[in-house]
């Protein structure tokens, strides 16, 4: 089995403000792709990818006139993919939900999310996430409130042999200190955003636990906007987000694994992973980054799992297929990272 996590750059804005595709030659919001070029690539990344679930983050909007669900639904037809049917969990509104494309023929999956709704931290479990948690932030004896902007997907997956595990979808708070007018506040803002985001990893590494104490087999994907020498408060934190989701420095038994993680955050080389790739324009070119991860427990890291992120210049096989390659780079500024895995 094949599961994907992709992060589609304002997948919303392919369609109208009714749900229907937007198959023409505006511009869509990446920079001079129109909205029926950005379209056909994603058709032919999700053909090629032929993965039998996708964890789409920026996903399109979900609300009262049109429905993320019937927009990738309607997607999936259009381009005849085999992930025709679709899921969300809860809806926000940043007009970015998180959702899953599947084979309804190889997975049958239901949202199945865990906790209770404002559950002290001290608890038994983790409060629900669509609710809030509590955590001093600043160190001033005084709990702090953190939600997410964009609830995890949890989802209940059992494959047609009766084969059952969980995925969590992620899209963690960004640390970028939007909105800044100087110096000062961007560095304010973005200690800040720091904070919040490892607050958010530390809560999803206690449901993380607690799937691992249950027997659980879990795989954890999505976009952690977090990763090695992104910005230069990492150092005044000692942990990435990234490293606490996943018991970087815990028993072996509650750790989860992703080897691009364990390239990155393990030994420092000069060439690493990397899933994503943003023009400066302060700096005339290219910034590459790893933010894309797909984590696995250790049941399924026995199983032998393969990753592989489809980076059109890092992977041959990819580069080799001009058509692929210009989708890639076309569909979004994120690239789909994929684990092949049996069940």
Partial sequence: MRIATYNVEWFTNLFDRDGQLLEDGGWSSRYNVTRADQLAALGIVFTAMDADAVMIIEAPDNNRRHKSVDMLEAFAARYDLRTRR??????????????????????????????LPDQPIEGTAAPRFDSSYRIDLNIDAKMDVVRFSKPPLEIAATTPEGAEFRMIGVHVKSKAPHGARSTAQAKRLAIENRRKQLAQSIWLRERV???????????????????PGLDEYEKLFGRSGVEIVMGWDEPHETRLFDPHARVAF???????????RFYLDDKGCYFS????????????????PKWRIWHPFDDPKIYAVPELREALLTASDHFPVSVDITF
């Fill in 209 to 227: 636990l607690e799937h691992l104490a249950a027997g659980d087999s879990l795989m954890v994907m999505g976009d952690f906007n977090d990763g």
């Fill in 266 to 276: 393990g030994k420092k080389v000069a060439l690493m992973p990397t899933t994503a």
């Fill in 86 to 115: 679709a899921l969300i969990g809860y809806e926000n509104d940043t007009q970015q939900e998180i959702a899953l494309l599947y084979d309804p023929d190889k997975l049958s999956v239901r949202h199945d999310p865990l906790g």
């Fill in 289 to 304: 980054a790893l933010l894309d991860y797909i984590m696995v427990s250790p049941d399924l890291r026995a199983r032998a």
